[in-house]
């Protein structure tokens, strides 16, 4: 039948008078056209105003296609985009025609918890994120929750409280590096007059030290990003490729557009970068298995120490070994920068919290994570500057369980898009008091302003490393981090913002934060 109809429409079309022909060639392109247009205006009304997700409030032109949640998404607007929806529509936003967005504390259970009764667990949404690297799935990207949780409870021994005490004085000899980076005035500054040194770029001392941590303990050698006070090759190749992946992920949907993208729009240096990402990932891992046990507390000793019965491919441990670099170093290194300018930008917050510090008897009481915890303005700090500055502000997606589920007391239909936008959750007024003021004191009991905004604030929709048995494993590790390098910073200097830097927290999004450089002055405190 085929090969009978190619001929005769070729007949149609091409043959006999070429201005017939012509003609014939622009009304079949016509009637195209208005086909395509007559099903995607069907497609958009029935979005708008038949869907069964129709009823929830949202900017109507979303409603009908998924290209408007798309283009902010591309643009980089996504994050304020959408805060500026949930404050236009409410608690529940629809984004898309089959993507609701959250701000409610309850939705984290809803949406992320574990399977309780008749409520489904909700999977992860594998349209909407990055694939398997050569095949092979990290924790973040595995789709079967079984095969997770065991590879989960591997790794839980190389995360653990027991496994943070044995790690503490690996990470403190990076944050030695950090201090002493900062005296001598490398990556991007040099003593100045008065003991003072020239402007320097805390998002990368602070990624220098994030990247050269994880380093050690993913493949047991560092980089040597604080030592040269420059980026190392692997850590500028990811950082090259980064925005661009993320951009491919979302096209995930759109196939020829991603192709189009992929083969002709994304630079050749870009693709370049993300093969030697992962090529040094794998050479890495495989330096490392060499060694085989070793006493270092790095993870793949903690884990063959533990001597667990489930066993990796080198290629699942590339995958995992990159995730830990990609989810372990940047987001620790974008709160420290956040935090560093919400104090720069609030002086007498800034002075209290270095005060705190200041006051314990020595240096060396701020390398255990036992003492850190006890600084209550610092975790105060820490938490506010999660709070208006997550480090992945849009959160992740889950859909709805096949046969549908109750979401915050609404029955969904399976394959709903679902998420708690962290920005828009924890600025919105109706969870805190004052959203977009900086108030560390709103996390301690007996502060002055803490009454009045503890009987207000929803201070459980705070899941910055979000929720369930998809959790963040590393939660603990990152805390210690930015316990123990901003305490040790502020032990040792005074720092001071940058004239220009007022408006840096002004950043486009592509997952991540887009930061530019954080100029910031430190001074070597005169210690008596």
């Given amino acids: ?56 409030p949202g900017p109507r032109l979303a409603g009908c296609t998924s290209l408007v949640y798309l283009y902010h998404f591309l643009a980089g607007t996504s994050v304020s ?22 701000t409610k504390a309850e939705a984290w259970k809803d949406i992320f918890g574990h399977r309780t ?60 590096e950090l201090v002493e980076l900062i005296r001598r005035g490398g990556g991007g500054g040099v003593a100045g007059e008065k003991g003072k040194t020239k402007e320097m770029d805390a998002v990368k001392l602070f990624n220098f030290a994030t990247f050269d941590i994880m380093a050690d303990l993913a493949f047991g050698d560092p980089l040597g990003n604080l030592k040269e006070a420059t980026y190392a090759p692997w850590v500028d190749a990811m950082f090259g490729c980064f925005k661009n992946l993320q951009i491919i992920s979302a096209l995930n949907e759109y196939r020829i557009a991603q192709i189009i993208y992929a083969v002709f729009l994304m630079p050749r240096t870009v693709r370049a970068a993300a093969e030697l990402t992962i090529s040094q990932c ?37 995958s995992q070994s990159f995730l830990f670099m990609i989810a372990g170093t940047e987001t620790t290194a974008t709160l420290l920068s956040g ?25 060396e009481e701020l390398e255990s994570d036992r003492n850190l915890r006890k600084l209550k303005y610092l975790n105060a700090c820490l938490e506010e500057g999660l709070r208006l500055y997550p480090p992945v502000p849009l959160g992740t997606n889950r859909k709805v369980a096949r046969g549908g589920n109750t979401i915050c007391g609404d029955w969904l239909p399976e394959d709903t898009r679902l998420t708690v936008d962290h920005y828009s959750a924890y600025r919105s007024a109706e969870n805190f008091k004052d959203p977009d003021v900086f108030l560390p004191e709103r996390w301690i009991p007996g502060e002055p302003g803490f009454e009045e905004h503890h009987a207000y604030d929803k201070r459980e929709v705070l899941q910055p490393f979000s929720y369930g ?34 408006t840096w927290i002004d950043q486009k999004t592509w997952a991540l934060w ?15």
């Fill in 117 to 176: 009764g008749g409520h489904r667990a909700n999977p992860k949404d594998a349209r909407t994120q990055s694939g398997a690297i050569d095949g092979y799935h990290s924790l973040v990207t595995e789709p079967d929750d079984e095969r997770h949780g065991q590879t989960r409870r591997v790794f839980s021994h190389a995360f653990s409280d027991r496994a943070l005490v044995q790690q503490e004085g690996l990470i403190q000899g990076y944050v030695g």
């Fill in 469 to 502: 048995p998809r959790n963040c494993l590393g939660k603990n590790l990152a805390y210690y981090e930015m316990r123990a390098l901003y305490a040790k910073v502020l032990w040792n200097f005074d720092l001071e913002l940058c004239a220009g830097m007022e």
């Fill in 339 to 363: 935090l560093t300018w919400f104090l720069m930008m609030n002086p007498t917050k800034y002075k209290k919290l270095a005060e705190e510090i200041r006051a314990v008897e020595s240096e």
């Fill in 81 to 102: 985009w959408v805060a500026a929806q949930h404050r236009r529509y409410g608690a529940v936003v629809r984004l898309a025609p089959d993507r609701l967005s959250y």
């Fill in 1 to 56: 039948m085929e090969a009978k109809l190619v001929p005769l429409l070729q007949e149609f079309l091409f043959n006999g008078d070429a201005r017939l022909s012509n003609l014939r060639v622009t009304h079949v392109s016509l009637a195209l056209f208005i086909l395509w247009l007559v099903t995607s205006t069907t497609f958009a009304l029935y979005n708008l105003l038949l869907h069964p997700l129709a009823k929830y």
């Fill in 282 to 318: 794998a050479d890495l891992v495989a330096r490392r298995m060499d060694k085989g046990k070793t006493e270092r507390p790095d993870i793949w000793g903690l884990m063959m120490r533990a001597e667990e019965r489930v066993q990796f491919t080198r290629g699942e441990m590339t």
């Fill in 514 to 528: 887009h930061k530019p450089p954080l100029m910031v002055r430190f001074t070597p405190r005169v210690q008596t």
